[in-house]
Structures are given as structure tokens and as C-alpha cells.
């Protein structure tokens, strides 16, 4: 079954400031749920190319995954994982909303081994998850003095 979800929330924040954010790995395990480690491997910046390892629990499971950098400019970040239990393509896109941001996710993929199990199930449940790391995305920038 494959899944292809799209998520968005509006930051009231520059999109310069969100896709700074939304790009440093540092950052990911203060918004993104279940993500507990997150490390560029090689040198910084984040760029095409870079890949970003990460660990995160997903359905009571240890999902070790690292995603490689396909795109990355002003108006968003394009990722496929590359080594993961089932191949993803995450694409986030900035875009300028007055002095705000609407960010989207969207997540492509076709789960397989232990989360194939979960068909239909799987993708409203990756929906929900994607949706609460955009708000929470958004709690914690909009929380910022600035």
C-alpha cells in the first residue's frame, strides 16, 4: 500500500527563519515526535547531497533511518531516505504568507516488512504524526522571542 500525505501549517515567522530551522538536524528532535538523535553525517551546511542520520520510535519500534538531500533552496527541502525499513520521499515546502510562513509536508512512500502489516491504517496514522511535527514546528518557532 502506498502512502502519499500532505500536511501544512501556517508559522507566523519569516520563511528565511523557518527553513533555517526546518534544515539544521540539531533541531529535529525538539519538533519532529518520536525522533530522538539526529546527526549530519559529513561536513555542515545541510545541502544537496548531505545525508542526515536519525533514530526514532514509530509504532513501539526503533526506526534507524538516514534521508539524502535531493533539493535544497529558499522555497523548500527535498529528501529521500536511502537507507530506512521502507523507502520515503519527504518534501517540505516555505512559503511566504505575508510575514509568515506556510510550511507543507508532503510524504511519499510504500511501506514494507513490519509496517506493511498496518495497510490501510498506516497511512492516517503517518497523516496525524506529519500534521502534529508541523504544529508543534510551529509552537516552538512562534514561542521565540523575535
Same mark, same amino acid.
Given at each position: ?25 540539531? $533541531?529535529? @528532535?525538539?519538533?519532529?515526535? #518520536? ?9 555542515? *551546511?545541510?545541502? @544537496? ?6 533514530? =526514532? ?9 538516514? $534521508? ?16 530506512? +525499513? /521502507? @523507502? ?5 515546502? /516555505?512559503? *511566504?504568507?505575508?510575514? =509568515? ?9 510504500? *511501506? &514494507?516488512? /513490519?509496517?506493511?502489516? /498496518? #495497510? @490501510?491504517?498506516? =497511512? +492516517? ?20 522571542? &523575535?
Amino acid at each position: 500500500m502506498k502512502i502519499d500525505i500532505t500536511a501544512e501549517v501556517r508559522v507566523a515567522r519569516p520563511p528565511a527563519e523557518v527553513a533555517a530551522y526546518m534544515t539544521d538536524p540539531t $533541531n529535529d @528532535p525538539e519538533w519532529i515526535g #518520536g525522533v530522538s538523535e539526529a546527526r549530519l553525517e559529513g561536513e555542515p *551546511p545541510v545541502r @544537496p547531497g548531505s545525508r542526515v542520520a536519525r533514530v =526514532a520510535g514509530f509504532l513501539g519500534k526503533r526506526v534507524d533511518y538516514v $534521508n539524502e538531500v535531493l533539493a535544497l533552496d529558499a522555497e523548500h527541502l527535498d529528501m529521500r531516505s536511502v537507507a530506512a +525499513p /521502507f @523507502p520515503m520521499r519527504i518534501t517540505y515546502s /516555505f512559503t *511566504p504568507d505575508g510575514g =509568515a510562513t506556510v510550511v507543507r509536508n508532503r510524504v511519499r512512500g510504500e *511501506p &514494507g516488512g /513490519f509496517f506493511a502489516v /498496518f #495497510g @490501510p491504517l498506516l =497511512a +492516517p496514522m503517518v497523516r496525524r504524526s506529519v500534521q502534529r511535527d508541523l504544529e508543534r514546528l510551529r509552537d516552538v518557532l512562534e514561542s521565540r522571542s &523575535g
